[in-house]
Structures are given as structure tokens and as C-alpha cells.
């Protein structure tokens, strides 16, 4: 099995700005590994919430150890066995991507799609959320009509500015302009308690259906407190990392977010799922904006969420991939063997 890396710049159709950032776009680090005429994919994005960089991204890629799976058919037990669990010193993005690829490469040897290889018959379809990030009321009124147009049933609403009468602002537009939309809200952690208590109920009776990551990140008992007073579902996000960080947040909150770069891929995905069944806390599968390629694998998952926001390939300016859909606000996988995804077009390198 040989690997290859390559590295290409995706921009975003408009900036996304969030509590803590405004991003016009990121770089991805593809990885892609040969075997007897087959190919698998991966994808791994820059960030700077997690501190990876291009350059980060390669180099640890390049450094993974791929001779325990030289035989793509023992790939799969050994990833079902955990062998792909991250190391401390290898970020959850890098050992996503490996298992990305190979999942790919074994589904196409096998000539069967990832979901059924992980016990799905059918191809998974999920309603997706899309995300309006924060913007004026004007511009986030005429996204919510054209989303709302084209059928997104789920909108996703960017909070956290310093004034919270604008995100009040904000929210109210957009449920007027999309009033058959359900709304998500998420400060990415910018209130404190007593903002989020006093701000909570308001944003309920605008409509808003689940709050993500409302406080700052570290201090998981704070959040679990809040979500048994909140008077809509609590989804932890940036306090839900690891498997360990779900299994103390499980029956203290509504649902945890698991994105793939995140916790480590869809292995470590699928034990966080069965580690809160039956707790009262739901799965959420998001994601960070990257390209189909990036996607894909959460799309295999998505019959498995309460809450799917996997639209950070429709954020771009150009997708690079093709095969899961979405722009008529559902998510699909397809029946073709691997991950179901292919280069649409060359794209740019990085120098």
C-alpha cells in the first residue's frame, strides 16, 4: 500500500463569522492511499481552534504507520478493534483522514458502500442544518428565504456578538423570513451562566428548537447545570471532544455534537453513540467546513443523529468532490462502492 498527500486551498462563498473568528477559507491536506489499482480518500482541514496548520497536518500524516493494514481486508477489523485510536501526540483530524481512506479503499475492494460495512443496508439520508453566521438582519433575512426556497427545512443560526440584542435580532428575522424552518443557535461558548439564563427563554419563545455550546468551554458541570434549567435542549460541543468527555456529560445534557475531526473518526463516533444510549443525551454529527471529500464518512452515520448539521461543503465556493448532495438541505450517501465520493474538477495546489 503506498500513500499519497496533497495539499489545496478551499474558499468559502462568503465569510463565515462566529462568535470567535471570521474565516474565508482553510486549506485541506488529502490523503489518498494505492493498493492493486484502487484508491482510497481522505481529508484532513487546517484549524485554529485545534492549532493545525498545513504543514502540521503533513507531517504527521506522513508519519502515520501504514504497514499494520499492507492487507486492505484486515483493515476493517482493526479499525472496528480501535488500532486507529489517536495517540496523544496525533490529533483526532489526522487519524480521521487515515481511517477515511482506508474505509474507502476497503469498501471499494469489497465493492460495497461504507454504510453497509458498518451495518447500514440502506444508504443513510438526513434533513441537514445550514448555517447563517453572524451577519446584519438584512443579509441573514435573504439567506433564510433563498435556504428556505430551496428546501432546507433545518436552519443553523450563528450567535455571540457583544451585544446580544443583535443575535435577538438576528434569530427574529430569520424565523419570520423561514417560518417553516426549525432554528439551531450556537454562541460557540461566548455567554456566561447569567447571560445564557437570562437570554435562553427568549431565544425559546422565538422558536429556537436546541442551543449549542452556550458557555465557554471547561467547565463541563456548569453546562450540565444550565441544560437541567434551560427551556430548550442544551447540545455540547466544544466540552464534547473525547469519548471520555461524553461519558461525563451523558444524562447532563440534551445531546453532544460529534464531528469526526473532532473524536477521532467514525469508530470513535460510533462508541461515543453507544456509550450515551439510553442516557437522554443525543447524538449530533456536525462538522467542520471542509470539502465532500471531508464529509462523507458523517454521511454514512446520519440515519444514527437527532440532529444532523453536515453542510460544511455547501459553505465553499467551489466543492472539489461530489456524492453526498445536499443542496436542497439533505444529506445523502449512494449505493456506489467506498465512501461514494469522486473528484469533480482539478483543483488548485498549495504551493
Known amino acids: 500500500m503506498k500513500s499519497r498527500l496533497r495539499t489545496v486551498r478551499l474558499d468559502l462563498a462568503e465569510p463565515l463569522r462566529i462568535s470567535r473568528s471570521t474565516m474565508t477559507a482553510r486549506e485541506a491536506v488529502w490523503l489518498t492511499l494505492d493498493h492493486e489499482g484502487l484508491s482510497g480518500h481522505g481529508e484532513a482541514v487546517t484549524s485554529v481552534y485545534y492549532g493545525l496548520d498545513a504543514d502540521t497536518l503533513v507531517r504527521l500524516l506522513s508519519a502515520v504507520d501504514l504497514t499494520r493494514f499492507a492487507r486492505p481486508e484486515s483493515a476493517l477489523e482493526a479499525l472496528r478493534q480501535g488500532e486507529l485510536a489517536s495517540p496523544r501526540a496525533v490529533p483526532p483530524a489526522v487519524t480521521a483522514a487515515v481511517e477515511s481512506a482506508l474505509l474507502d479503499l476497503v469498501g471499494k475492494r469489497a465493492n460495497t458502500p461504507v454504510h453497509r460495512l458498518l451495518g447500514t443496508?440502506?444508504?443513510?439520508?438526513?434533513?441537514?442544518?445550514?448555517?447563517?453566521?453572524?451577519?446584519?438582519?438584512?443579509?441573514?433575512?435573504?439567506?433564510?428565504?433563498?435556504?428556505?426556497?430551496?428546501?432546507?427545512?433545518?436552519?443553523?443560526?450563528?450567535?455571540?456578538?457583544?451585544?446580544?440584542?443583535?443575535?435577538?435580532?438576528?434569530?427574529?428575522?430569520?424565523?419570520?423570513?423561514?417560518?417553516?424552518?426549525?432554528?439551531?443557535l450556537d454562541p460557540n461558548g461566548a455567554w456566561t451562566v447569567r447571560q445564557a439564563q437570562a437570554?435562553?427563554?427568549?431565544?425559546?419563545?422565538?422558536?429556537?428548537?436546541?442551543?449549542?455550546?452556550?458557555?465557554?468551554?471547561?467547565?463541563?458541570?456548569?453546562?450540565?447545570?444550565?441544560?437541567?434549567?434551560?427551556?430548550?435542549?442544551?447540545?455540547?460541543?466544544?466540552?464534547?471532544?473525547?469519548?471520555?468527555?461524553?461519558?461525563?456529560?451523558?444524562?447532563?445534557?440534551?445531546?453532544?455534537?460529534?464531528?469526526?475531526?473532532?473524536?477521532?473518526?467514525?469508530?470513535?463516533?460510533?462508541?461515543?453513540?453507544?456509550?450515551?444510549?439510553?442516557?437522554?443525551?443525543?447524538?449530533?454529527?456536525?462538522?467542520?467546513?471542509?470539502?465532500?471529500?471531508?464529509?462523507?464518512?458523517?454521511?454514512?452515520?446520519?440515519?444514527?443523529?437527532?440532529?444532523?448539521?453536515?453542510?460544511?461543503?455547501?459553505?465553499?465556493?467551489?466543492?472539489?468532490?461530489?456524492?453526498?448532495?445536499?443542496?436542497?438541505?439533505?444529506?445523502?450517501?449512494?449505493?456506489?462502492?467506498?465512501?461514494?465520493?469522486?473528484e469533480v474538477a482539478a483543483h488548485e495546489d498549495v504551493a
Do not use: Y
Open 199 to 342: 437570554l435562553l427563554p427568549r431565544f425559546a419563545d422565538l422558536g429556537v428548537q436546541a442551543v449549542e455550546q452556550p458557555l465557554a468551554p471547561g467547565d463541563p458541570e456548569a453546562l450540565g447545570a444550565l441544560a437541567e434549567r434551560s427551556p430548550l435542549p442544551v447540545i455540547a460541543d466544544e466540552d464534547a471532544v473525547s469519548l471520555e468527555d461524553v461519558r461525563r456529560l451523558a444524562g447532563r445534557v440534551h445531546g453532544v455534537n460529534v464531528k469526526l475531526a473532532k473524536c477521532g473518526g467514525v469508530q470513535a463516533a460510533l462508541r461515543i453513540a453507544e456509550s450515551i444510549e439510553g442516557s437522554g443525551t443525543e447524538l449530533m454529527l456536525g462538522c467542520l467546513t471542509a470539502s465532500t471529500l471531508g464529509l462523507a464518512p458523517a454521511v454514512h452515520l446520519a440515519d444514527r443523529a437527532r440532529w444532523t448539521d453536515l453542510d460544511g461543503h455547501l459553505l465553499l465556493a467551489h466543492d472539489p468532490w461530489s456524492g453526498i448532495g445536499g443542496t436542497d438541505g439533505v444529506v445523502r450517501a449512494n449505493g456506489l462502492p467506498g465512501l461514494g465520493v469522486e
Open 121 to 184: 443496508p440502506e444508504p443513510p439520508a438526513a434533513a441537514t442544518a445550514r448555517t447563517i453566521g453572524i451577519t446584519s438582519p438584512l443579509h441573514a433575512a435573504a439567506e433564510a428565504r433563498r435556504l428556505a426556497a430551496r428546501g432546507f427545512q433545518i436552519i443553523k443560526v450563528k450567535a455571540g456578538t457583544p451585544d446580544p440584542e443583535d443575535d435577538v435580532e438576528r434569530v427574529r428575522v430569520i424565523r419570520d423570513a423561514a417560518p417553516g424552518a426549525r432554528l439551531l
